[in-house]
């Protein structure tokens, strides 16, 4: 991948995110770019969507004068204002709310995945189902043989080993068979 990008850079980089995205809408194209860049221009274009999760988690600073004296009362402001989840309702207010953000809220299904339910997992239900009644035929199939093989081998009718195993889970009780014939 990145001999490819290397070998075709001015074909798949772009200089400014308004580039990249123009790329994207035409087709054939993903643009990797900054997170809240991403949610502030899914929420007013809703022919676009992130896809998939952080690359990274980064956050944001206030660059200042080295020993400034509002460095203290900046740092204790912006945390009170995240533990109290104001920068939250802001970012939603600006990126989902205001100048365009929310466009694509209530214009139907959004391209983000569904909720699941029962139609969404059904035939992974029913695969486990199937799955565990073959495994129950399969032991049971195979309890059955061993009681075969172990009447054999005691020469005990197939009945009473099957019986016996069912109450003791072992064979100790088990009388041979009479295998007189009458010719009379």
Not at 92 to 111: M, T
Request: proline letters at 2%; aromatic letters at 8%; one cysteine or more.
């Amino acid at each position: 991948m990145y001999r490819f990008m290397m070998e075709h850079k001015n074909e798949v980089t772009v200089k400014e995110n308004k580039d990249g995205v123009e790329k994207v809408k035409k087709g054939g194209y993903a643009f990797l770019m900054e997170s809240s860049s991403i949610d502030y221009i899914t929420q007013r274009n809703c022919d676009l969507t992130r896809i998939g999760n952080l690359l990274d988690d980064k956050g944001y600073g206030i660059a200042m004068k080295k020993n400034s004296p509002y460095r203290n009362m900046l740092t204790t402001a912006v945390l009170k204002l995240q533990e109290s989840g104001r920068i939250t309702e802001l970012q939603d207010k600006w990126w989902k709310q205001e100048r365009g953000g929310g466009a694509c809220v209530s214009k139907g299904p959004s391209g983000n995945p569904s909720s699941l339910n029962l139609e969404n997992v059904g035939g992974v239900f029913l695969v486990l189902v199937v799955g565990v009644l073959i495994a129950c035929f399969i032991t049971l199939l195979e309890m059955m043989l061993h009681v075969f093989h172990i009447s054999i081998r005691e020469k005990a009718v197939f009945r009473e080993c099957m019986f016996d195993s069912e109450y003791s889970g072992h064979y100790s009780r088990l009388r041979p068979m009479n295998l007189t014939i009458d010719v009379n």
